[in-house]
């Protein structure tokens, strides 16, 4: 209806997702799905081994939970109108919908690049000041650095989404896109967008650029200090503590770089190969890191390994 008549307000949107690619479509609905389940599966034995196992009663196993928690949120806010738009072929989500996606997406992506910092600082003072460990990071610094990147990120959120909402939109509704990425609901406003544009590369600067130099100074001294350790078993040890939030930095980071760093593509109907393929990365982007986050730490953190099998055979036991 709102087709016709270019001049009124969009109430909705069109999710165009992979409409022009049935076979995909299907294939990429099963792959997704199955993506999603390890990912609340994963995450979810990790918040449960975390709360349950005492010896992981320690800071970085709170930002550890807290970040699983966050991956949980982060998919969970994008992944079953993906799945949807799967489903039903150019689908319409209200106005409104699309906001509160658009909201949560970016409230998540932005909380998480501050949580992975506030966790690089977690090793830093575990290896360079180890005797002070438990005087720095007691309960009342950890808990509000963890609530200090919930808080944040959900400021900038708010700012970047009211920012894109209140333009208007008139003619083109859709989104060429799987969900209400702001990037792709951007290209559509008939008013200028520089405002939008200066924004999010603040946000960008604030967001990516100030924890990636963050994190890579704290293991700049870790690094440091453990090539300092005289004996070779006792800087094994020492990075072994840390190795897991490295892993998940550089996955994180690296697949974010990857993304800007590729050649843009010009194609603006969506009909292209390179588009294609931009499309598909961004899809993977958002859900191969939340994948991996418990899956690294399970496998390389040998006390997180020891918690969950013995999470797995109490529960044999007991049945
Ligand atoms: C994550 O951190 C916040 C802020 O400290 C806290 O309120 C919340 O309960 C934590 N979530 C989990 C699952 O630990």
Sequence with gaps: ??????????????????????????????????????????????????????????????????????????????????????????????????????????????????LLSMMAFDRYVAICNPLRYSEIMSKAVYLPMAAGSWVAGCSTAVVQTSLAMQLPFCGDNIINHFACEILAVLKLACADISINIISMGVANVVFLGIPVLFIFFSYVFIIATILRIPSAEGKKKAFSTCSSHLTVVVVFYGTILFMYGKPKSKDPLGTGKQDLLDKLISLFYGVVTPMLNPIIYSLRNKDVKAAVSNLVFQKRFSQ
């Design 1 to 114: 209806m709102l087709r016709f008549n270019q001049t009124s307000p969009v109430m909705g949107f069109i999710l165009l997702g992979l409409s022009a690619h049935p076979i995909l479509e299907k294939t990429f609905f099963v792959l997704i799905l199955l993506m999603y389940l390890v990912i609340l599966l994963g995450n979810g034995v990790l918040i449960l081994v975390t709360i349950l196992d005492s010896r992981l009663h320690m800071p970085m196993y709170f930002f550890l939970r807290n970040l699983s928690f966050l991956d949980i949120c982060y998919t969970t806010s994008s992944v079953p109108l993906i799945l949807d738009s799967f489903l039903t072929p150019r689908k319409t989500i209200p106005f409104l919908a699309c906001a509160v996606q658009m909201f949560l997406s970016f409230a998540m992506g932005a909380t998480e690049c501050v």
